[in-house]
């Protein structure tokens, strides 16, 4: 395989780092989520790897900015008004979102021992707006028998569609009840059940968390794995939601990801990589150069 050799410097032209000048068995560019994570996985698996960034903070497109950092972003060299208070009272996520509790993304973080660094909250609750009102999505059994959104023979019917959603295991076929979800459109399944269009409406967005109705004409199986996933994520914290959010913001996880692997692992940030040069001789190449 062929290597990469970069060359950098920072903002004066100045040599990057002395530790450029080393040897790495993999070069990452830029500190977002993905990035870190991959720089992680790949130092537990004892690779040694350079992390770099041409920003001055952590999390590139997806951090979490303080005042300061937010001013210069979109004002220029612009200071904020000093009535806006400290500046480390901030952090602004330029791409909020929530977390799965029992996702993908937590389940990657746990491996990687960063959750031992990050402090998590669970999300009190989540809400649908329905026929003008807006309703919490129950939690518990005391809540789903005490929510509006369905009447009483309708709650029956969905828990036995609840029931065959808990108990489906895609290895296992006695579990299928005889129906095949790769075929079988999302449509087709809940019609078995005798849903209502509200409760198709509630199942499709507030759980399986589609943004839309195609799923409606799509095999099963990925609503079935979703609802599957929140149930699960709901199931973990016991909270109110199936949702965590760090305390200090999104922009903490690619931050921590980098400082909680102990391992062959350098990160410089303030860096502007000038040129790389592809070779097809992987020992010509091992080393990083700096202008």
């Not at 909020?96 to 993908?104: D, I, L, S, V």
Request: proline share 4%.
């Amino acid at each position: 395989p062929s290597a990469a050799a970069l060359l950098a410097c920072d903002r004066r032209g100045q040599p990057a780092s002395p530790a450029m000048d080393e040897e790495y068995d993999v070069i990452v560019l830029g500190t977002g989520l993905k990035e870190c994570i991959l720089s992680g996985l790949l130092s537990v698996d004892g690779l040694k790897v350079l992390h770099m960034d041409r920003n001055d903070y952590y999390g590139g497109d997806s951090t979490s900015l303080n005042l300061n950092q937010l001013w210069k972003k979109f004002r220029g060299e612009d200071k904020p008004p000093a009535h806006l208070g400290s500046s480390k009272d901030y952090n602004v996520d330029m791409v909020p979102k929530f977390m799965m509790a029992n996702g993908t993304l937590v389940r990657t973080l746990i491996h990687t021992n960063v959750t031992k660094y990050l402090s998590f909250k669970a999300v009190d609750g989540s809400f649908v707006f329905s026929k003008g009102k807006i309703h919490k999505v129950p939690a518990t059994d005391m809540e789903a028998l005490k929510s509006p959104l369905m009447g009483l023979f309708e709650k029956r019917r969905a828990r036995n569609f609840f029931i065959y959603v808990q108990n489906y295991d895609e290895a296992d076929p006695k579990t299928h009840q005889g129906l095949d979800l790769t075929t079988l459109t999302t449509k087709e399944l809940i019609a078995k059940y005798g849903l209502v269009d509200d409760t198709v409406d509630f199942i499709g967005h507030a759980l399986a968390l589609h943004r839309d109705d195609r799923h409606l004409n799509e095999p099963a199986l990925d609503t079935v794995k979703r609802m599957k996933l929140y149930s699960e994520s709901l199931a973990r914290f016991q909270g109110g939601s199936p949702y965590i959010y760090p305390l200090y913001g999104l922009g903490e996880l690619p931050q921590v990801s980098v400082f909680s692997v102990c391992y062959t692992f350098i990160v410089i940030l303030h860096v502007h990589v000038t040129k790389m040069l592809i070779c097809y001789n992987a020992f010509l190449c091992y080393r990083v150069l700096h202008v």
